[in-house]
């Protein structure tokens, strides 16, 4: 498999050499729908807390005697029935959503998402990412000269400079190989690749 090499203007000046074991893997929707559901899931935290009726305020106190009223029978304002009522099955804090997915079918699909991305032209490689003090405008001025407005950059190393000004960027992200998600390769626009990178890459997914 063959991708592009951009220089600093954005534009395609070479080709460069990439394993086809994972920048050209037939796309396997089922497994990449997976994997990305189960990122998602997996960052999620169990925060949320509700009440069941033996939390909830109330009073033990029957609304209304048994019989006689016509109405239905009551006997306490905590019944999930009621309006201020405990739930009846409450979200508990240390709910889990985890989803467990395998290191085998975790490396075919971010291989296919690579590869579809390739196909799609989404995805470049550039000699590498650098700028010369931690300031935003600098880098925000490199993409710009390239004609990218989001882009995730895979780097073989992330320096201080490239950390501090990436991180200001509403759409921009700087990773390492072993960092990169299924999510952000499927969410922004443009992902470049440094050459050093493309190696780290096939040790981690081929």
């Excluded at 010369?132 to 992330?158: H, N, Y």
Aim: proline share 4%; aromatic share 6%.
């Amino acid at each position: 498999m063959q991708l592009e090499l951009l220089n600093e203007q954005g534009q395609a000046t070479s080709k460069v050499d990439a394993p086809d074991t994972v920048f050209a893997r037939d796309y396997n929707e089922a497994l990449v729908h997976q994997i990305v559901v189960a990122f998602q899931a997996n960052a999620r935290q169990g925060t949320r807390a509700q009440l069941d009726r033996a939390e909830v305020k109330h009073s033990t106190k029957k609304p209304w005697r048994q019989k006689g009223t016509g109405r239905a029978r009551a006997g306490m304002t905590s019944s999930p029935l009621w309006r201020g009522g405990g739930r009846i099955f409450p979200n508990s804090p240390d709910e889990n959503f985890t989803q467990k997915v395998n290191k085998k079918m975790y490396r075919a699909g971010m291989a296919a998402i690579l590869s579809q991305l390739a196909r799609e032209g989404r995805l470049a490689v550039v000699d590498s990412i650098t700028i010369d003090a931690p300031k935003t405008k600098l880098l925000a001025a490199k993409f710009k000269a390239m004609g990218l407005s989001s882009v995730l950059v895979i780097a073989d190393q992330v320096d201080d400079n490239l950390f501090l000004a990436s991180r200001n960027l509403p759409n921009v992200l700087v990773v390492e190989p072993r960092h990169a998600d299924p999510l952000s390769l499927v969410h922004y626009k443009k992902v470049l690749v440094t050459k050093a990178a493309i190696e780290q890459l096939q040790e981690m997914f081929a």
